[in-house]
C-alpha cells in the first residue's frame, strides 16, 4: 500500500553507480523536443499546467575530482503527453551551468566514469534502453552495450574492467510455453502468489550480470544469481542502489530477498550477499537478520560494508536502522541505535569513519553526519525544507532539496556549519511568478494527551477576515511522512491556489516522530489516526477565518481509506469528500494485494480466523461497513492498471454511494496504476479536483 520504496541509500564515493530519475516514457522519433517550458501565470496562482511545467531536477553526480556536478532536469510536454531528461554539468560552486544534452530519448542513470573523462548512462536511442558514453561536454556519444531485451541500470567497477548490470530475464512459464499452438492465447496460467506487482504480471524478474569491459564494450556476461529464480534487484522499485562493487573491483554486494511463491508474499527478510568475482562464490553476512536488509556500501578502504536493515520480518516499515559490519572480524554495529528515526539515505566519508546520513525529523528531512563507531548522530542542517540525496565534495555536501513551496534544486550544504547555497536555479522563472501561499507549522493537541505536528497552508492572497472553505489531506502510506514534500499529484500549494485553507496533519503512523508514534497505527486502522485527523481539523476550524459549514476531505490509498472511513465517521463535519485509490473494503483488500506481509502486519492477519480479536477488530472498522452513515459527497478517483488496491475497491465505493443517492462521481483511469503517471492524466486529475470541491465547497 505505500507510496514509497524503502528508500535508497547513497553510494560509497569509490563507487561509480549510476543515479537514476526515470521518469520518461519512450519518445517516439517524430515527436517534437520536449525541453523546458515557457509559461505566463496569471494573476500569481498556480494552476495544473504551470505544475507541469515545472523542471524536475534530479540524479546529483559529484566528479571525482570533486570540481563538477553532474544532475539531469525531467521536462513535461502536456500536449505530447510525455516526459523527456536531459542532462546537464556544472561546476562544484553552480557556476558554467550548461545542458549537454538536446535529444529526443531520454537520458537516465547518468554518472561520470573513467575519472571523470566521460560520462555514461542510459539512452534508447538504440530500440533498447543500452549504456552510452559521451565528454563531459555533451560531445563524442557511442553506444557501449547492446544486451539483449535492454537494460535497467549499471555499476562500472572502480578499477574500469567490468560493468554490472541489471536486465530481465523470463520468469515461470508462459501460456504459449505449454500450449505452443495458442500463440495468441492472452489467458495467464498462475500456480503461486508471486504473480503481480503494483502495475504488471510478474513474467520477467531482474538479475544482475557482470560483463566484461575493454573500455569500448561489453563482453563475457556473468549473471551472478544463474540459474536461482528470485529477483536482484527486489520488485518492484529496487534498483543499482541494492548492489555495490568493493573498492578492489573483486566483490559485488548485492540485496536479494531469496524466495518465491507464498513464501515470497509472506516474508520481508532479504538479505545482503558478497559474490566473488574469481571464485563465483557468494555470503550471506546477514544471516539471521530477519527484515528487510538492503542498499549495501562499501568503505573507501574496502574493509567495512554498511548497509540499511529493518529488525522484523513482515513489517515493511520498521526502522530503518543503519548497520556497518568489519569484514574482517564479521563484527556488526547498529550505528543508529541511540538514533529513533530512519536512515532514508547514506554515504561513506573519505576518512572510512564518517557517514552521512539523510533522515526525516518532525517533518523535515535533514542532513546528518554520523561517527559510526561512537553511534553519534548531529544534524548539519535545519529549517523547513526536505533533501533527498547528496553527494560529497570535500568539507561540502552537494544534495537535492525541496520544499512544500519549491520543488527540488541543487544545494551546497557546508559540512561544519550547516549554511546552504543554492546552486541550480532551474525553475526560477516561474516561480518569481507564482504567489505561493503560507505555510504554518502548528502543533495540536491529541485526545491522548500528546502533541501532533501539522502543516497549514493559506491560500495565496490570503485575507484573515474573510472565511475560507478547509480541506482536510490525509496522508497515505500509511507510514509515509507528511513532511516538506513536494508533489506533481497531491500538491498542497494547488489546493490552497484554489483558494482553500489546507490542513496535513502528522497523524499517527508517521515516521519522524520516534518509533512509537510511527508503529502505533498498525493494527489500529480506524483508531486513534482518526481521532488524530478530527483533532487537526477541529483545532484548526476554530480560526474565524475558516468556515466550519464548508469542510473537505482528501486522500489517496490509506489516505483513501481514510476518507472512506471518515465518511461514515464524521458527524456531519464535513461537507464533501475526495477519495483516491483507496481501500473501501478490507475483507476484500485482504486477498487482493499481492504483499501479504503487509496485510498480516497491518491488519493484524486473515478475517476469517475468529478467534484472532485484533484482526476482527480492524475489520469490523473496514468504511465499507460504515455506508449506512453516509450522508456527504464524495468524489472517487482509481487506476485500472492498479495491482495493489484494486480498481474494484473504488467502484465499489461508487456504487455504494450511488445506491444511496449520494451526490457522487468517479474518475476511472484505465491505464494508470496506484500514482497517475501520465501528464494530461495528471492535468486531468487536477483540474477535477478543482471542479469537484468548487462546487460542493463554494456554493
Known amino acids: ?17 549510476c543515479s537514476s530519475g526515470k521518469e520518461t516514457k519512450d519518445d517516439t522519433a517524430d515527436a517534437p523536443l520536449i525541453g523546458k517550458a515557457t509559461v505566463k501565470v496569471t494573476d500569481g496562482l498556480m494552476t495544473p499546467e504551470v505544475l507541469h511545467s515545472f523542471g524536475r531536477v534530479s540524479g546529483v553526480q559529484v566528479s571525482p ?10 521536462y513535461v510536454s502536456i500536449e505530447q503527453n510525455k516526459t523527456n531528461r536531459e542532462l546537464f554539468v556544472m561546476n562544484i560552486d553552480g557556476s558554467d551551468n550548461k545542458q549537454i544534452t538536446e535529444t529526443k530519448k531520454s537520458e537516465n542513470e547518468a554518472c ?5 573523462s566521460r560520462i555514461a548512462f542510459l539512452s534508447s536511442e538504440s530500440g533498447s534502453s543500452q549504456i552510452w558514453e559521451m565528454n563531459p561536454d555533451g560531445t563524442d556519444r557511442v553506444q557501449i552495450s547492446d544486451i539483449e531485451g535492454g537494460i535497467n541500470g549499471f555499476a562500472y567497477s ?47 524478474i531482474p538479475h544482475s550480470f557482470i560483463a566484461d569491459f575493454d573500455g569500448n564494450k561489453l563482453t563475457n556476461s556473468v549473471d ?22 568493493s573498492p578492489d573491483s573483486k566483490t559485488v554486494a548485492y540485496t536479494c530477498r531469496k524466495k518465491t511463491g507464498k513464501e515470497y508474499s509472506l516474508s520481508t527478510n ?52 543503519l548497520f556497518v559490519m568489519d569484514l574482517a572480524s564479521g563484527e556488526k554495529t547498529y550505528v543508529t541505535e541511540n538514533f529513533d528515526y530512519n536512515t532514508d539515505f547514506a554515504a561513506w566519508a573519505a576518512d572510512n569513519k564518517t557517514m552521512y546520513i539523510v533522515s526525516c525529523v518532525e517533518a523535515k528531512t535533514q542532513l546528518f553526519k554520523v561517527d559510526y563507531a561512537a553511534k553519534d548522530v548531529k544534524a548539519i542542517t535545519a529549517g523547513a525544507h526536505d533533501y533527498e540525496a547528496f553527494g560529497i565534495a570535500g568539507d561540502k555536501l552537494i544534495a537535492t532539496r525541496h520544499s512544500l513551496s519549491q520543488p527540488n534544486e541543487i544545494y551546497s550544504v557546508d559540512i ?13 522563472e516561474i516561480l518569481s511568478q507564482l504567489e505561493m501561499g503560507k505555510v504554518e507549522e502548528r502543533w495540536i493537541p491529541t485526545t491522548d494527551g500528546k502533541k501532533m505536528l501539522a502543516w497549514v497552508v493559506y491560500p495565496p492572497k490570503f485575507d484573515p477576515n474573510k472565511k475560507y472553505p478547509t480541506i482536510l489531506y490525509c496522508q497515505g502510506g500509511p507510514q509515509s511522512s507528511v513532511s516538506q514534500f513536494w508533489s506533481y499529484r497531491w ?11 489546507i490542513v496535513a496533519p502528522n497523524r499517527r503512523g508517521l515516521p519522524g516522530f520516534g518509533q512509537e508514534w510511527l508503529e502505533q497505527i498498525s493494527k489500529d486502522y480506524g483508531g486513534q489516526n482518526m481521532k488524530d485527523y478530527l483533532s487537526a481539523i477541529d483545532e484548526v476550524a476554530k480560526e474565524p477565518f475558516v468556515d466550519e459549514t464548508r469542510l473537505g476531505a482528501t486522500g489517496a490509498s490509506y489516505g483513501g481509506f481514510s476518507v472512506y472511513w471518515l465518511a461514515g465517521n464524521h458527524n456531519k463535519r464535513f461537507k464533501a469528500f475526495w477519495a483516491h485509490a483507496g481501500i473501501f473494503n478490507l475483507e476484500a483488500q485482504y486477498l487482493e494485494t499481492e504483499e501479504m506481509w503487509f496485510a498480516n502486519w497491518d491488519l493484524g492477519g486473515s478475517y476469517w480466523d475468529r478467534s484472532n480479536a485484533i484482526a476482527q477488530r480492524t475489520y469490523a472498522n473496514s468504511p465499507h461497513r460504515f455506508v449506512d452513515k453516509w450522508d456527504t459527497p464524495i468524489m472517487i478517483s482509481h487506476g485500472e492498471l492498479d495491482f495493489r488496491i484494486l480498481a474494484s475497491q473504488g467502484m465499489m465505493a461508487f456504487n455504494a454511494a450511488q445506491l444511496r443517492d449520494i451526490p457522487s462521481r468517479m474518475l476511472i483511469y484505465p491505464d494508470e496504476n496506484h500514482w497517475i503517471a501520465q501528464p494530461q492524466n495528471g492535468v486531468l486529475f487536477q483540474r477535477e479536483f478543482a471542479r469537484w470541491f468548487n462546487e460542493q465547497l463554494k456554493k
Open 65 to 74: 575530482d570533486q570540481k563538477k556536478v553532474l544532475y539531469g532536469v525531467t
Open 491 to 501: 500538491n498542497l500549494q494547488i489546493m490552497a491556489a484554489n483558494g482553500y485553507i
Open 112 to 116: 561520470w566514469v573513467k575519472d571523470g
Open 224 to 245: 551472478i544469481l544463474e540459474g536461482e529464480p528470485y529477483e536482484c534487484p527486489m520488485l518492484p522499485m529496487g534498483g543499482i542502489e541494492q548492489l555495490a562493487w
Open 270 to 321: 532479504s538479505d545482503i550477499y558478497l559474490y566473488n568475482i574469481e571464485t563465483k562464490e557468494t555470503k550471506n553476512i546477514t544471516e539471521g537478520m530477519m527484515g528487510y536488509d538492503t542498499n549495501p556500501i562499501f568503505s573507501p578502504d574496502g574493509k567495512k560494508i554498511a548497509w540499511q536493515s529493518m529488525e522484523r520480518d513482515g513489517y515493511e516499515s520498521d526502522k530503518n536502522r
Open 158 to 204: 572502480p578499477d574500469g574492467k567490468k560493468v554490472l548490470y541489471i536486465k530481465n530475464i523470463k520468469f515461470g512459464e508462459r501460456t504459449a510455453d505449454r500450449y505452443p499452438d495458442l500463440p495468441k492465447a492472452s489467458g495467464k496460467i498462475i500456480d503461486n502468489l508471486m504473480y503481480k506487482h503494483w502495475d504488471q504480471w510478474v513474467e520477467e
Open 416 to 428: 561544519a556549519t550547516g549554511k546552504d547555497t543554492q546552486l541550480t536555479f532551474e525553475n526560477k
Open 1 to 17: 500500500m505505500k507510496y514509497k520504496s524503502i528508500m535508497a541509500i547513497a553510494l560509497s564515493a569509490g563507487m561509480l553507480a
